[in-house]
């Protein structure tokens, strides 16, 4: 059984930044980066018999907009429907009830999350973005 927490005590950060470090969404991604990303969120944790298997996070004011990130599931879980679990605690948590945007990007898991509701952006026109040149190198560099 595995059990969903937003305890931010719980959160192993060391094993959170290695699975960061190692994504392709944050390769190499400093330590020091990630204690300041769980510092200005709202952390999701799986535990399994106390053991962190799983992490999301969400970026939000909880009134208008939320920006989910991170979502990473431990490779000896994978498989199980804990990433869209994870994201799915966030849609249904009454802290985010009425939020009119709920947004997240993945290069792989689109039907994991659209089973959610997330979609393509309807307008993505209007959609921009403005990159640090390290992450912007880091862009082009990934397929």
Known sequence: M??????RTRLDVARIHGWLAS???????ARDLVE???AGSHC????RDG????YARAITDYATFAWIADVWVDAAVRGQGLGRAMVGWFVDHPRYAGIRRIAL?????HGVYAALGFHPPLRPDRYMER???EAAAMLRATP
């Open 44 to 47: 999701l944790g799986a535990y």
């Open 23 to 29: 994504s392709y969404w944050s390769p190499g991604i």
């Open 36 to 38: 300041r990303a769980i």
């Open 131 to 133: 990159l640090s040149p």
């Open 2 to 7: 595995i059990a969903l927490d937003d305890d």
């Open 105 to 109: 990007v993945t290069a792989d898991a």
């Open 51 to 54: 053991e962190q298997v799983g």
